[in-house]
């Protein structure tokens, strides 16, 4: 039986594909982009994540509960508790989370067979309406390509419209074998430059760029749309996007969405002991998103900004 870890489930989304939709949530990433909006979907196995605003330090119930005694307190009980995230990063048993009972503790992760998914999603299915489905994102979801491949051939059985968002920073044979199986993709370009790219996320975009362009080149009668995520400093210069241009006009790319950068995801690096290198980061203005998108439909490509469903 297939199971894979899922760290959020959304219902009743318009964005990130047409119409109506649930977007899943696949836990576990190989890239480390800095200004990430859900760092909690980095690890593959569940995390911990604290809420202090929620916590109400009195008889500390995570600390007694704790097996590794990670969890470090005030002997005058009105400071919040420390956490050891080096030993918490490792728990099998998070039991500090079930001990609490102001919900200031949560666990980011939790493990859903096929069946168990499907059941959410057949209940979501009456209210997508006509174009809506499902959306797998995360974290990456082709880290787990068993149970994703699973679930896909589910929904084709019940025609449950899919779609996908993915780095594509993964096995090619995995890609294209996931392509057959969804209707509509987005995939990322961060950047252009090999260096600036793996100086942002942690990896080269050589790989990335590589299956991009294997899936353009896939018979698939999906619809693929480039995203990329405009951010201040890093990749919204005219040469990196013309470049990116460049390269959608060279693989018969023709449509792209244009993400701007937003901090709100910002508290979720405080809830995992992360410090957020992006705090300082202002949005691109309108200005700059108008300029950018100028750029793509100069050059005659279909341009989208926002998450809202492209064209």
């Given at each position: ?61 995570c600390a007694a509960a704790c097996p590794n ?243």
């Amino acid at each position: 039986m297939e199971q894979g870890l899922i760290f959020d489930i959304q219902g009743y989304s318009v964005h990130d594909g047409p119409g109506c939709r649930t977007l899943v949530f696949l836990s576990g990433c190989p890239l480390r982009c800095s200004w990430c909006s859900n760092p909690e979907g980095y690890s593959s196995r569940p995390r911990m994540m604290f809420r202090e605003s929620k916590c109400v330090p009195k008889n500390y119930r995570c600390a007694a509960a704790c097996p590794n005694e990670a969890v470090k307190v005030d002997p005058g009980k009105k400071l919040p508790p420390e956490f050891d995230r080096t030993v918490c990063a490792r728990c099998e048993t998070l039991d500090c989370v079930r001990a609490c009972l102001k919900e200031a503790l949560k666990i980011a992760g939790r493990t859903f067979t096929v069946e168990a998914l499907m059941k959410i999603l057949q209940r979501d299915q009456g209210y997508w309406g006509e174009g809506g489905g499902v959306t797998f994102t995360g974290g990456e979801p082709l880290l787990q390509p068993e149970f994703l491949l699973a679930v896909l051939k589910t929904c084709r059985s019940l025609y449950i419209h899919t779609a996908m968002e993915t780095s594509a920073y993964a096995k090619t044979e995995i890609l294209l074998e996931v392509q057959k199986l969804i209707d509509w993709m987005f995939i990322d370009i961060k950047h252009m430059d090999a260096a600036a790219h793996e100086r942002e996320t942690g990896v080269s975009n050589e790989f990335i760029l590589k299956n991009i362009e294997a899936a353009a080149a896939a018979s698939w009668n999906g619809r693929l749309v480039i995203r990329v995520p405009v951010i201040p400093g890093f990749n919204d210069g005219e040469e990196n996007l013309e470049a990116t241009v460049g390269f959608m006009k060279k693989n018969r790319l023709e449509e792209v969405n244009l993400l701007p950068f937003h901090r709100l995801g910002s508290s979720k690096y405080g809830q995992l002991g992360l410090e957020y290198a992006y705090a300082g980061r202002e949005a691109p203005s309108g200005e700059v998103m108008a300029k950018a998108a100028g750029i793509f439909e100069a050059a005659g490509l279909r341009c989208s900004l926002g998450s809202m469903t492209p064209f």
